[in-house]
T-cell receptor, first 114, second 114 residues
Framework: DSGVTQTPKHLITATGQRVTLRCSPRSGDLSVYWYQQSLDQGLQFLIQ???????AKGNILERFSAQQFPDLHSELNLSSLELGDSALYFC?????????????FGQGTRLTVV | AQSVAQPEDQVNVAEGNPLTVKCTYSVSGNPYLFWYVQYPNRGLQFLLK??????LVKGSYGFEAEFNKSQTSFHLKKPSALVSDSALYFC????????????FGAGTTVTVRA
């Protein structure tokens, strides 16, 4: 168990809908990362937060947004969902923002858009 | 941007034989490299990291990795593979040009046959 908790584990929703994925980082970790894993695109970095502030952005669609709250948990909001958004969404956390710190991953949320 | 590449989509070995999973990197400055493993329907698990120092890094589950600066490689190795090592392996690098985001290679599927 990595200590990173993601909810829900599975989500099935219809096209056009909006969903929220939640992540609780390991105790004391200030940095949170979101990744999307799909069969055809591999593991894609979406966005990174550090102590409540957005620090780095990857290939995140405008329909997607995220935030990190004062208690350090994070939420990823996906709206106007399309079939192609079906994927495994991972959250990871690390203690610091430094170069030598590894990130620990949650079990992921499997999103299926029908 | 800093990146890693995994030249092999799949690696197949017999149980008891040595296992090598290849990774090459492209960075400016010092590389900060990581290996992760993903078992089916699970999140990524941290195996080991190279920051500085010895070129041979030892990690979890009997894995080690060899850092080679002249060849810009960071290959993952295990002297004697187990069937339970069958999984998806990812090499990653801290991207110091983009606020230390963790960038992953495409992944290598390892199958160890009994």
């Amino acid at each position: 168990d990595s200590g990173v908790t993601q909810t829900p584990k599975h989500l099935i929703t219809a096209t056009g809908q909006r969903v929220t994925l939640r992540c609780s980082p390991r105790s004391g970790d200030l940095s949170v990362y979101w990744y999307q894993q799909s069969l055809d695109q591999g593991l894609q970095f979406l966005i990174q937060y550090y102590n409540g502030e957005e620090r780095a952005k990857g290939n995140i669609l405008e329909r997607f947004s995220a935030q990190q709250f004062p208690d350090l948990h994070s939420e990823l909001n996906l709206s106007s969902l399309e079939l192609g958004d079906s994927a495994l969404y991972f959250c990871a956390s690390s203690a610091l923002l430094g170069m030598n710190t590894e990130a620990f991953f949650g079990q992921g949320t499997r999103l299926t858009v029908v | 941007a800093q990146s890693v590449a995994q030249p092999e989509d799949q690696v197949n070995v017999a149980e008891g034989n040595p296992l090598t999973v290849k990774c090459t990197y492209s960075v400016s400055g010092n590389p900060y490299l990581f290996w992760y493993v993903q078992y089916p329907n699970r999140g990524l698990q941290f195996l080991l990291k190279y920051i500085t120092g010895d070129n041979l890094v030892k990690g979890s589950y009997g894995f080690e990795a060899e850092f080679n600066k002249s060849q810009t490689s960071f290959h993952l190795k295990k002297p004697s593979a187990l069937v339970s090592d069958s999984a998806l392996y990812f090499c990653a690098v801290r991207d110091v040009t983009n606020d230390y985001k963790l960038s992953f290679g495409a992944g290598t599927t390892v199958t160890v046959r009994a």
